[in-house]
């Protein structure tokens, strides 16, 4: 069953319509190639090529008679084409349909994963500039650490979408291929030439060797990958999801005018969209184990793979399609507060400055030990007492014997820590220069 979320688009490409479709598209490629080789009249062929049909209703009726899909097929599209219609599947497997098909619409798949990826880096990277300067304070283990800026956790995001990207199209190439060797991969029936001029004819790769079915590595590749992208989707709506806390509040998903966000609490405004992309990627992850032990088949086959793959194969990309779109909208229209980020980062008065100053002590005579002693017990009291970090220290008689006033301001100057945000930038976006960005629409400060 298609899910309701699944836009068209990737919903055809999943459709009995187009699967069935795609199998017949590779037996004209075949007949033609037969054809062309002197094995299967050409008046065989011009009937299959004009007259070729299916009905999903009239296969379905077959297959529970015959319980095979690819004989209750191959039986329909034959009674559609008249005569002629015994040429078709000749010297095939149904698996050399069936995989050479599958191939096609993974890689199909595969494209509008790509557009995805690629329609959300576009989205973080115009909130990457938008941000570039908005400084906010980074948090390990969930605590306060050091200043930083929104825009470089976007820049963050957009460097690993990057290689998603590359790895979805490395995924692209690996399912790029087809086969038509037989039963048990010998060319028993057709020879390998007949493969190639197949496999030309779809813009596939010939599999250089291949039991009855491809391997499934190929296709256990492509749904790591996808497990891949889908955790990376869950590493940003988690950030999201922990940014829209009610104790922080510096990013909060888009919430519509008449969005409702609890029956019981009216005050509700809960991060639903990236706790469903959450969601979502545990499907795609847990896919991605099934795929893996499908590599593990029987001899030159079984059929162990195939229930499976008729679950998560389209599921994971019906899935991912869907995250990928939600978070891009998410993206888009998220609240970034900050103000609310400012006064976060001053919360804690002065603490997180606190690596600057034990180096700034150390490089003016004080011995390491000494310092860290000293601005730790200054830290601990103020973590203690929710005091003014910057107070203590600037009081603190072995502090001002090493640093003036002055040299101590610019310990708790925040461009300090700063300074090369541009430099990060340059990196993860090289062509900044020569594109320059549109300016972003801020919502919220």
């Not at 749904?223 to 869950?234: K, R």
Request: glycine share 6%.
């Amino acid at each position: 069953m298609i899910p309701r979320y699944s836009r068209p688009e990737m919903a055809r490409i999943w459709s009995d319509e187009n699967r069935f479709a795609t199998w017949l598209k590779v037996e004209i490629a075949a007949t033609e190639a037969l054809a062309g080789a002197g094995i299967v009249p050409r008046e065989a062929l011009s009937a299959i090529t004009s007259r070729a049909r299916f009905d999903v209703a009239r296969i379905d009726a077959i297959e529970k008679e015959v319980q095979h899909d690819v004989i209750a097929f191959v039986s329909d599209v034959a009674e559609s084409v008249g005569p002629e219609g015994r040429w078709l599947h000749y010297g095939l497997t149904s698996s050399d349909v069936v995989d050479t098909a599958l191939a096609l619409l993974m890689r199909e798949a595969c494209d509008l994963i790509a557009r995805d990826v690629s329609a959300l880096m576009d989205a973080v990277r115009q909130r990457a500039f938008q941000h570039k300067d908005t400084p906010m304070i980074g948090r390990t283990h969930g605590v306060h650490a050091e200043p930083m800026t929104f825009g470089l956790k976007l820049a963050l995001w957009h460097a690993e979408l990057q290689r998603d990207l590359v790895r979805v199209e490395r995924a692209r190439q690996t399912i790029s291929v087809g086969k038509l060797s037989g039963a048990v991969g010998t060319f028993s029936h057709l020879p390998p030439e007949l493969e190639e001029a197949v496999c030309a004819r779809l813009g596939l790769a010939p599999a250089p060797a291949s039991s009855q079915v491809l391997q499934r590595d190929r296709h256990a590749e492509v749904m790591t990958t996808l497990a891949i992208v889908a955790a990376s989707l869950e590493k940003f709506a988690t950030e999201v999801r922990a940014l829209q806390r009610t104790e922080v509040r510096e990013v909060e998903e888009p919430f519509g005018e008449k969005q409702k966000g609890s029956s019981a609490m009216p005050h509700k405004r809960n991060p639903v969209g990236a706790e469903q992309v959450t969601g979502l990627a545990r499907l795609v992850r847990s896919n991605s184990l099934a795929a893996l032990e499908n590599v593990a088949l029987w001899h030159e086959r079984d059929i162990s793979h195939s229930s499976v793959e008729r679950v998560i194969i389209p599921d994971s990309f019906l899935a991912l399609d869907h995250m990928l779109r939600r978070f891009t909208d998410i993206v888009k229209g998220m609240t970034v507060n900050a103000d609310r980020m400012r006064r976060n980062l001053d919360s804690t008065k002065g603490l997180v400055f606190s690596g600057q100053l034990l180096l700034e002590l150390t490089a003016r005579g004080m011995r390491r030990e000494d310092a860290y002693r000293v601005v730790q017990a200054h830290a601990m009291e103020a973590w203690r007492t929710d005091g003014d970090f910057r107070r203590r220290v600037a009081a603190d008689p072995d502090v001002k014997k090493v640093l003036s006033a002055a040299e101590l301001a610019e310990v708790f100057r925040l461009e300090r820590y700063l300074g090369h945000v541009d430099a990060v930038f340059r990196r993860v976006f090289p062509d900044a220069e020569e594109k320059p960005m549109r300016k972003a629409t801020v919502k919220g400060k």
